[in-house]
């Protein structure tokens, strides 16, 4: 999710992941995949590094650990 504010300052919440298109018209207009349309303040820059913001938070915990194997339970060592 992203923070964003519409026009009159009022600030909510787009899930990332349903953004479409961020275009500049000239205000800020971010299109989501199931079509519904929010004008925001803030810049298509501002936009786009809040969502590249989200997805390096939500992709940092991806990677295995080290010594853990893929889906095995925390604390449990992968055999040698």
Known sequence: MIRVSRLDGKEFVINALLIETVEAVPDTVITLTNGHKYVVRESVDDVIEQVA????RITAGTAPLSGRSAGAPSGAETPA
Request: proline share 0%.
């Open 53 to 56: 913001a989200f997805h390096r």
